[in-house]
């Protein structure tokens, strides 16, 4: 028999100087319980990708099967990445050898939900566009749980998916203050990655 390969993790590093958002880690939390998917929106650059990071790297460990991360690039001025570009990345970090990925989006995406339904992933899915980019993209399986990021409600998401949505604002004041003086201090605090 094959050896057993391990779980994978795609997930980008965890962004430095993240402050506060106590609030909306917490329905991230709840969001992923009651839904399995959970919708992270709000405008541009106010830290989409810095909190759906910051939590998968908080809950990775309860996802045994891996975390898998992928950036659909959706508000770019070109198309975007397509689900079917990203499932050639997914399926053979879930093991599918490269040359046994499907041609066929839709054979990809068949494959993909069998390979995820009896797992217990996280998947990431930043900067979507459009539910139909993300849907191929959903783990099958009830253990598993994903989050999404976009500047869009993705109301197709919510009706279809039950997705639920974690609206994020701009930082309060204190966390805004702390923000600026730990950056005046001299501590190293990276910008947050564009939402």
């Known amino acids: 028999p094959a050896p057993a390969l391990p779980a994978p993790d795609l997930l980008p590093r965890a962004p430095r100087g ?5 609030r909306e880690l917490a329905a991230l939390d709840t969001a992923v319980e009651r839904a399995r998917v959970a919708l992270v929106t ?4 106010v830290g989409k990708t810095a909190l759906a990071l910051n939590w998968a790297h908080r809950r990775a ?6 975390v898998l991360y992928a950036d659909l690039r959706g508000f770019s001025p070109d198309d975007g990445v397509d689900s079917a570009d990203v499932l050639r990345e997914f399926l053979p970090a879930l093991g599918v050898p490269p040359r046994q990925v499907p041609e066929s989006p839709t054979a990809a995406a068949a494959l993909y939900r069998s390979l995820t339904e009896d797992r217990a992933l996280l998947v990431v899915l930043d ?4 539910a139909d980019r993300a849907r191929p993209l959903l783990p099958a399986g009830a253990r598993s749980a994903t989050v999404v990021t976009s500047r869009l409600r993705l109301g197709g998401l919510v009706v279809t998916e039950l997705a639920r949505p974690v609206p994020l604002g701009v930082l309060g004041l204190d966390d805004s203050a702390a923000l600026l003086a730990a950056a005046v201090g001299g501590d190293r605090v990276d910008a947050e990655p564009a939402a």
């Open 42 to 45: 709000g405008p541009a650059g």
């Open 18 to 22: 993240f402050l506060g958002r106590a």
């Open 61 to 66: 460990s309860h996802y045994p099967d891996g």
């Open 127 to 130: 900067n979507v566009r459009s």
